[in-house]
């Protein structure tokens, strides 16, 4: 899973979730910052502190485009394909009123139904809150992806979802542009 964060506290970062087969949960963080608070919001077994680089088209690249991430360990470029149908009905909501812990709340119970595993709001660890407010949905089309120079298969649905805190990823590959809101506890 990666986090490709434009904006946040600590300015714009990215970030790789990995779960490996047999559960054990790997965050690839930047610097300490990023691991330190993306451990305390989710849940690892290991963290690594690596490089992690992005490589995103830029937003006038046509509607099918190549990404490429390294972070440590890990080599990944996928192609992301059309929008989906629920990307359309993100789309039309308007950013204030996506963003919102009330709407949260309201899609929290859509998408428990329309994307098992996914939840919108929940406990991110520690006293914290946190909701997703997602803004577009596209497929992932392709992918290939090594972990230490071997080569980790075709590209699949993912089954089990994930386990790094209250919400997993749709189960089907997907880029979602979301915002992740945490609220601290006092």
Do not use: K
Not at 1 to 17: I, N
Not at 32 to 46: G, I, P, R, S
Not at 140 to 165: K, N, Y
């Amino acid at each position: 899973m990666l986090g490709c964060w434009r904006t946040s506290p600590h300015g714009p970062f990215a970030d790789v979730m990995v779960q490996r087969p047999d559960g054990h949960r790997i965050l690839l963080a930047p610097d300490a910052w990023v691991a330190e608070f993306v451990a305390a919001t989710y849940t690892f077994d290991e963290v690594l502190e690596v490089p992690v680089q992005v490589q995103v088209p830029d937003a006038g690249a046509a509607a099918s485009s190549r990404w490429h991430v390294t972070a440590g360990p890990l080599e990944w470029a996928f192609e992301v394909g059309g929008r989906t149908p629920l990307g359309h009905t993100l789309r039309a909501v308007p950013g204030p009123v996506g963003r919102s812990l009330t709407m949260a709340r309201i899609t929290d119970r859509v998408a428990r139904w329309a994307l098992p595993g996914v939840r919108t709001l929940g406990s991110a660890g520690n006293d914290r809150l946190e909701w997703y407010a997602a803004r577009d949905l596209h497929r992932i089309t392709a992918s290939t992806v090594t972990w230490a120079g071997e080569d980790l298969g075709r590209l699949a649905d993912l089954d089990p979802p994930a386990e790094f805190g209250f919400s997993s990823t749709p189960r089907q590959p997907s880029l979602t542009t979301l915002t992740s809101t945490v609220r601290l506890s006092r």
